[in-house]
């Protein structure tokens, strides 16, 4: 170790080097736009803050994230709170509450919506500042090798999900299962599970296509999340001036994000254009059935967070008042 420590590159007087960690590689369109925030950071601070990248899942897991960071293994990371297995129950199951939001930046409005109205989303994330909300294309349901091309066709199915669509995908016969996104192709490959409910985006991605035969296009809701956070032990270390440049970068990396998002989706079609998955429609009658089926079980997933001392109920409600419209989000008067 002090051989090691012997090694490191010095940090230049005046210069602030915070760690960054992501279980992507560098060249995922998540990285990318870390990459835009980055570049962001370093320029707008003129060289005082410098951010160095560990890539690959070599500091931070999936599942366990929040915990690093708060714990000082990295200064700022990609975090998954819809995975962590304990902690977070209302951001998970918040997820589901998104029917209308189709839009990132609709969803990423809804969220702050949603926090704003419930102080059981900041108690979450204690010992962590967020520096970008994250939001995503919606979803279909992508499968190995048997085609999907109603909601009949589903059932039997081991389908990977977020765990707000468990209990959708319960009701329609299928075999849900919940993992890091990062575990599915794997699972896919192996035949652990039959298929995964993901955006277009993935088949190049995440090299889906690779793996998979058929697309089905419902019309999954997606929800937002915070997705890039700092420990906020650090974070009281900074100088005024370099926490204001990190305030502001939190709208350049959420903008970086929704744009590289939906540049993802025309690769991905063309990917999976070239090893030929084929594409299948949902009929109204499918979608207006599973948009009934998600909103109502999406309610019922809130009442059910009493169980934790969490008035989901209200989140819910919250949720679905700042929904004026098809991507028409208000928080009402004074927020």
Known sequence: MLLLSGCARPVETGVTELVFASPYSPNHPFSKADQEWMAFVEKRSAG????????????????MSMEELRHGVADIGLITPIYVRGGTHL???????????DSV?????LYRCIDAANPQVGRELAGLKVLAVQGGTLPGLITVNRPVKSLADIKGLRIRAPTELLSVLDSLGADPVNMPMGEVYSAMAKGVIDGVIAPEDTFKSLHFAEISKHFYQIAVPRGAYPARAMSAKRWNTLAAQDRAVLEEGIGVWEAALARQVRAAVDKGKDEA???????????????????????RDSEANARGLKAFGIDGEAAFQSARKAVQGRDRIS???GT
């Open 91 to 101: 951001i998970r199951i918040q997820s589901g509450f998104y029917q209308g939001a």
């Open 48 to 63: 005082r803050l410098k951010i160095k990248p560990v890539w690959s899942g070599a500091l931070l897991s999936s599942d």
């Open 331 to 333: 928080c009402g008067s």
């Open 105 to 109: 930046e609709s969803q990423v409005k």
């Open 273 to 295: 254009a070239a090893y030929k998955v084929t594409f299948n429609a949902a009929t109204a009658a499918d979608q207006q059935r599973f948009d009934a089926i998600y909103l």
